[in-house]
C-alpha cells in the first residue's frame, strides 16, 4: 500500500487541478506516480515535461521508442521496481517488445539474433551499467557503444536509464500503488510523444507560472 496518499484532482487547490487535465495528454493517463508526486505540485508539473520527452519517441531525439523501453525495462528489471516494470512491459508491448523478449532480457541471454539486434544489445547492457554504476569503468562497452550509437544517442540513453533510477527510487521508496491493468494499458497509445500537446503544456506551464509563482 503507497506510503502517501493518492493525490486525486479533487485534493488539488484550484488553480492546481487544471494539470490533472494535461496529464493524459502526455502519458496517456494519471498514474498513481503522479499522484503521490502531487504531493509536491510544482515539482511535479516540472517533471512532467522531463519525463515524457526523454521517454517518449519523437523528432527531437535519435533513439526509436522501442530502444527506449528496453533500456526503461531493463533499468526497472535491474532495481526490481514493480511499478515501472508494470508500467513499462506495457508500453513495451506497443513498440513490439513480447513476452520472449522480456524474459531473454532478465536473463542477459542474447543468444538468440532473432530477438534482438546488436544495437538493442549494447542499449540494454549500457542501461545495466549506468544502473549498477559501473559505466564509468566500462571502457570497453562504451567503446563498443560508440561504434554505433552518436555521441547523442549515448547522452540520450544516459539520460533515460539514470531518470528511470530516480523514478525507481522513488517509486520504491514511497511503495507506490500498482494500478488495475486496464488502468496501465492505457499507457501504450503514449510511445510516441504527441508534440503538439507537448507545446501546449510548455505553453500552459508557462503561463501558469507566471500566474501563480512569479507574478508580475
Not at 63 to 77: A, D, N, P, Q, W
Not at 163 to 169: A, D, G, K
Not at 180 to 193: A, D, V, Y
Request: proline content about 3%; some cysteine; aromatic content about 10%.
Amino acid at each position: 500500500m503507497s506510503r502517501v496518499k493518492l493525490i486525486q484532482q479533487t485534493d488539488l487547490s484550484e488553480e492546481n487541478k487544471e494539470f490533472f487535465d494535461m496529464v493524459p495528454n502526455l502519458l496517456g493517463r494519471v498514474p498513481n506516480f503522479y499522484k503521490t508526486l502531487s504531493h509536491s505540485p510544482y515539482l511535479a508539473m516540472a517533471l512532467l515535461p522531463i519525463n515524457s520527452a526523454a521517454q517518449r519517441e519523437w523528432s527531437g531525439t535519435d533513439i526509436s521508442g522501442r530502444i527506449k523501453e528496453l533500456i526503461v525495462i531493463k533499468t526497472s528489471h535491474t532495481n526490481a521496481c514493480k511499478y515501472c516494470y508494470a508500467h513499462n512491459t506495457a508500453l513495451g508491448q506497443a513498440a513490439g517488445i513480447e513476452e520472449d523478449h522480456i524474459k531473454a532480457l532478465s536473463l542477459n541471454d542474447f543468444s538468440d539474433p532473432n530477438l534482438f539486434t546488436q544495437e538493442e544489445v549494447l542499449a540494454i547492457k549500457w542501461a545495466e551499467s549506468v544502473t549498477n554504476n559501473s559505466a564509468n569503468s566500462n571502457d570497453k562497452l562504451f567503446a563498443d557503444l560508440k561504434e554505433v550509437f552518436t555521441e547523442k544517442q549515448i547522452v540520450e540513453m544516459t539520460i533515460l536509464a539514470a531518470m528511470f533510477n530516480m523514478l525507481n527510487r522513488i517509486n520504491d521508496s514511497l511503495d507506490v500503488d500498482l494500478e488495475e491493468q486496464g488502468e496501465i494499458n492505457k499507457i501504450k497509445k503514449s510511445l510516441h510523444l504527441k508534440t503538439e500537446a507537448y507545446g501546449d503544456y510548455l505553453e500552459w506551464f508557462a503561463k501558469f507560472w507566471k500566474k501563480n509563482i512569479n507574478p508580475a
